[in-house]
Nanobody
């Protein structure tokens, strides 16, 4: 499956961005989709996930209450609404797909910068 992220950019602290992850190449409903991020010098972090089985969601503590993941099955797209952005949210953001065993497919990433 192919994934393409978009929506990153530069935003002031306290602002909002919405990232999109367009999925193609296979049946969208067969995949769980997650958002990861990696800041310079830091390990990659899974920040949110949307299950394709029960539509449950997961959020890392670092983003809980500020970020919202959603899924549009008609558009084969997963969104990450990011509110109340902080400088520590600055990172490259990636979406990934899991058909049941691992996060095997990844997008190219989109950069989010929140100046301090």
């Amino acid at each position: 499956v192919q994934l393409v992220e978009s929506g990153g950019g530069l935003v002031q602290a306290g602002g909002s961005l919405r990232l999109s992850c367009a999925v193609s190449g296979d049946t969208f409903g067969d995949y769980a989709i997650a958002w990861f991020r990696q800041a310079p010098g830091k390990e990659r972090e899974k920040i949110s996930c949307f299950s394709n089985y029960d539509y449950s969601t997961y959020y890392a503590d670092s983003v809980k209450g500020r970020f919202t993941i959603s899924r549009d099955n008609a558009k084969d797209t997963v969104y990450l609404q990011m509110n109340s952005l902080k400088p520590e949210d600055t990172a490259d953001y990636y979406c990934a797909a899991d058909s049941g065993s691992s996060w095997s497919d990844w997008g190219q990433g989109t950069q989010v910068t929140v100046p301090s």
